[in-house]
C-alpha cells in the first residue's frame, strides 16, 4: 500500500518523502511543480538511495484535477493522503484572494471526493499555528479559540471544518490535523531545503540570503515588543522533526484514531535576535541587521504547547536552534538559486 504526498516535492513535503521512504513505506507523490522543482524527485532518491527509491513514484499535475486524481488511484495502492499542497504566502494571499481560495479550497474537495470514491480513508492535512490568530495566551494549546486575519488562515480554518464535518458524517474517517510552528533548516545532505522564489518573507530564508550577500541586511520588524529583547518570538521547529511528525501520524491513523488535531512545534520561543544570533554563529557573523518598524499584522509572542503530540503519538522535537541554522547554511551554500 501507498502513501499520497500532495506537494510532496516541496519544503515539508520533499522532507517527509524522504521519512517514509526511508521508513519502508511506498510514496506516490502529485505536485504540479507551482512552487518547487523536479530535481528535488532526483534529491529525494539520492538522499534515501536506489533500495528505497524504487518506492516513490511522482506524477507532475495539479490537485485540482479530478482526472489525474482518478489516475493515480486507479494505477496506485492509495491507503493514505498527507495533503501539503497548497498556496502559503500570507501577504500574497491579500492581493491573490481568489487563487488563494480556488487553490486551497478546490483542491481539498477535489481530492476529498476522489478518496471517497476509492474509499480512502485516511488523512493528514497540513493545518498552521496562523489558525490561532492572536492568541489570548503562552504556551498555545490545540483547544484554543481559532480565528484568521488573512484569506491563507481563512483557507486553513475552512478546510479543518470540512474536516471536522466529514468526519461527524462518516467516523470511520481517521484524520490528523498538524498545526505546524515555524519549520526552519533542511536536509542534513544539503540537498532539500526552502528555497523561495524571489525575495523571501519569512526570516530564516531572508537571513539565509543575507549571510551569502544575496541580500544587504535583515529588517528586524520592530524591537519593542513585549519580549525578552524586544523583537519578535516564534516557535521554531527543525524541519525534520517536523517531517517525523508525519511518520508518527500515519501510525497514529492506523489505531482509528478518529480526528484529531496536534501542535507541531518545541515548546520554546526564541526571538528574532536569538535566531541572528545563533545563525551568526554558524556562519562566522555575516548577517547584518537593522532595526526596523513593526510588520503589520505580526504578533508579538507565539508558541506551542506540543505535549499531546508527545503522549499520544510518541513524538516530540529532537533538534536544536543550533542545527536549525547550520543545516540551513549548509544548503543556502550548497543549493539555492543563483
Ligand atoms: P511549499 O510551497 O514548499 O510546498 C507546497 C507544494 O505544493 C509545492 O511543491 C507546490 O508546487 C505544490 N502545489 C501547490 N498547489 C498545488 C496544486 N494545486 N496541485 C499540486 N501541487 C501543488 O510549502 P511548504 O512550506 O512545504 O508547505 C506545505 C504545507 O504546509 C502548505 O499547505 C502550507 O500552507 C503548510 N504550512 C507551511 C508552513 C511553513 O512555514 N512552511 C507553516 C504552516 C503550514
Ligand atoms: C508567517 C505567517 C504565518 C505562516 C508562517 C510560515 C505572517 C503574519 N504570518 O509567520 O501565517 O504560517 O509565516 O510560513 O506572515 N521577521 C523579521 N524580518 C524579516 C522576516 C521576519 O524581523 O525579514 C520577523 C517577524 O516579524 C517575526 C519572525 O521574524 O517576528 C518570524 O517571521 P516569519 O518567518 O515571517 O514567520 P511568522 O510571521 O511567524
Known amino acids: 500500500m501507498s502513501v499520497l504526498l500532495t506537494g510532496g516535492?516541496?519544503?515539508?513535503?520533499?522532507?517527509?518523502?524522504v521519512e517514509l521512504l526511508e521508513d519502508g513505506k511506498q510514496v506516490v507523490v502529485i505536485d504540479n511543480l507551482s512552487n518547487s522543482n523536479i530535481d528535488v524527485a532526483d534529491k529525494i532518491k539520492k538522499i534515501v538511495g536506489s533500495r528505497c527509491a524504487e518506492n516513490l513514484k511522482v506524477y507532475i499535475g495539479d490537485v485540482r484535477d479530478k482526472k489525474i486524481l482518478d489516475k493515480i488511484f486507479t494505477e496506485e495502492h492509495i491507503d493514505s493522503v498527507i495533503h501539503f499542497a497548497g498556496l502559503k504566502a500570507v501577504g500574497e494571499s491579500v492581493q491573490k484572494p481568489v487563487e488563494y481560495y480556488d487553490n486551497n479550497l478546490t483542491s481539498t474537495l477535489v481530492l476529498l471526493n476522489t478518496m471517497k470514491h476509492f474509499n480512502v480513508k485516511n488523512f493528514v492535512?497540513?493545518?498552521?499555528?496562523?489558525?490561532?490568530?492572536?492568541?489570548?495566551?503562552?504556551?498555545?494549546?490545540?483547544?484554543?479559540?481559532?480565528?484568521?486575519?488573512?484569506?491563507?488562515?481563512?483557507?486553513?480554518?475552512?478546510i479543518e471544518q470540512i474536516l471536522k464535518d466529514l468526519y461527524l458524517s462518516d467516523n470511520s474517517y481517521n484524520i490528523a490535523i498538524l498545526r505546524y510552528f515555524n519549520p526552519i533548516g533542511a536536509h542534513d545532505s544539503g540537498l532539500i531545503g526552502e528555497d523561495p522564489n524571489g525575495i523571501p518573507n519569512n526570516l530564516m530564508p531572508y537571513i539565509s540570503k543575507v549571510a551569502t550577500g544575496k541580500l544587504e541586511c535583515l529588517s528586524v520588524f520592530g524591537n519593542d515588543y513585549d519580549t525578552h529583547d524586544g523583537t519578535g518570538v516564534r516557535d521554531y521547529i527543525h524541519v525534520v522533526d517536523l517531517a517525523k511528525g508525519h511518520l508518527k501520524a500515519l501510525n497514529k491513523l492506523k489505531t482509528n484514531c478518529g480526528l484529531k488535531i496536534y501542535n507541531l512545534g518545541t515548546g520554546?520561543?526564541?526571538?528574532?535576535?536569538?535566531?541572528?544570533?545563533?545563525?551568526?554563529?554558524?556562519?562566522?557573523?555575516?548577517v547584518k541587521y537593522k532595526i526596523a518598524p513593526r510588520r503589520p499584522g505580526d504578533i508579538d509572542?507565539?508558541?506551542?504547547?506540543?505535549?499531546?503530540?508527545?503522549?499520544?503519538?510518541?513524538?516530540?522535537?529532537e533538534r536544536d536552534l543550533e542545527d536549525m541554522c547550520k543545516t540551513s547554511w549548509n544548503f543556502e551554500n550548497k543549493n539555492t538559486k543563483r
Open 9 to 17: 516535492l516541496g519544503y515539508i513535503g520533499s522532507h517527509t518523502a
Open 125 to 158: 492535512f497540513s493545518s498552521s499555528a496562523t489558525v490561532y490568530g492572536r492568541a489570548k495566551s503562552m504556551p498555545i494549546y490545540e483547544d484554543f479559540e481559532i480565528g484568521a486575519t488573512n484569506p491563507y488562515g481563512q483557507t486553513k480554518l475552512f
Open 268 to 286: 520554546v520561543g526564541y526571538s528574532v535576535l536569538d535566531i541572528v544570533n545563533a545563525y551568526n554563529k554558524v556562519c562566522g557573523g555575516k
Open 301 to 317: 509572542i507565539c508558541y506551542a504547547n506540543a505535549d499531546k503530540a508527545y503522549k499520544e503519538m510518541g513524538w516530540k522535537a
